[in-house]
């Protein structure tokens, strides 16, 4: 990906099976995820715009190579994920594609529903919620670390009209991200909220145009990325694993993650660099010798 905004699809192979009825018929196979290259930031764009960027197996199985992919990429810092159009962010499970076998692919041993709800991803994970973001969708959502979310975005787990249950995380993410009587309303009543409830209760850091969104969100990825990558990384990684420890065991995971940190390169670099007045040069290493 030379081109700074290159656009790539990454799924070909997962979705051929589910593409070769279309390719048969001489109908281009859709693409279920599409990714641009900006700088240091990966934009990952859920490609179902006629199905409400549901998840079904292809597009699962493509997330899943994709997120894993980006965890070793060095020169990504940062990634942002949203859906294609306006209408919905995701809408959750393709059911159609449940009912017809593909429902191991969507959960994925590994991470979780569509490959990313219970990934543990160490680098900065921004939602870009362009639209309706239910039940699955939602999900996804709590799985980012920021939100930035179309004025006209919704969010909620309606499962329990359905007697089903948001067993993808929304029940174990929500009341952290929220206080226990909003998380519970929304997971009791199934209904939804819209953007500006979203802001208020703190599910999302800004509400903006849609026609903005992806720019607002992109820079605040900038923002993130003019940091030291490690310094970020491990500063996500502190507050995340300290939620559930004591003041002390905290303590000692603190030293732990920050002790390297400290004799990173771009430790070195950051000092050297305000000493001379200039930007510093991130390298993403650890060690003089450039190890990661």
Same mark, same amino acid.
């Not at 990966?42 to 179902?48: D, F, Q, W």
């Given at each position: ?10 799924? @070909? ?5 589910? &593409? ?16 641009? @290259? ?36 060095? +020169? ?20 159609? &594609?449940?009912?017809?076998? +593909? ?39 709590? &799985? ?43 997971? =009791? ?9 979203? =802001? ?17 969100? =992109? ?21 995340? @694993?300290?939620?559930? =420890? ?9 030293? +732990? ?18 000493? +001379? ?16």
């Amino acid at each position: 990906m030379s081109d700074p905004t290159e656009t790539t699809g990454l799924g @070909r192979a997962a979705a051929a099976g589910a &593409a070769g009825g279309a390719a048969a018929a001489g109908a281009a196979p859709e693409e279920p995820v599409v990714r641009e @290259r900006h700088g240091h930031v990966e934009l990952v764009r859920l490609n179902r715009e006629r199905a409400r960027n549901a998840i079904d197996g292809p597009m699962a199985r493509a997330l899943g190579a994709i997120f894993d992919e980006l965890s070793e990429a060095p +020169e990504v810092w940062a990634v942002v994920l949203t859906g294609t159009g306006d209408r919905a962010f995701c809408a959750g499970m393709d059911l159609k &594609a449940f009912a017809t076998g +593909e429902v191991e692919d969507i959960l994925s041993a590994k991470g979780g529903f569509a490959g990313i709800a219970a990934r543990n991803f160490a680098k900065p994970l921004i939602g870009a919620v362009n639209g309706a973001a239910l039940a699955g969708g939602f999900e996804i959502v709590l &799985a980012c670390d920021l939100v930035v979310a179309a004025d006209h975005a919704v969010f909620g787990i309606p499962e329990v009209k359905r007697g089903l249950v948001a067993a993808g995380g929304g029940l174990i993410r929500l009341a952290r991200r929220v206080p226990r009587a909003i998380a519970l309303e929304l997971a =009791l009543t199934g209904d939804s909220i819209d953007a500006q409830r979203a =802001l208020a209760c703190g599910l999302v850091n800004r509400v903006v145009p849609g026609e903005r969104l992806i720019e607002e969100a =992109l820079a605040l990825a900038a923002v993130i990325c003019a940091n030291a990558p490690l310094a970020v990384r491990a500063s996500k990684e502190l507050m995340k @694993r300290s939620l559930d =420890l004591t003041e002390e065991e905290a303590w000692e995971l603190n030293g +732990e993650l920050t002790t390297p940190v400290f004799t990173s390169s771009d430790a070195f670099e950051g000092v050297v660099a305000f000493a +001379e007045g200039r930007p510093p040069v991130w390298t993403g290493t650890w060690a003089e010798d450039g190890s990661e």
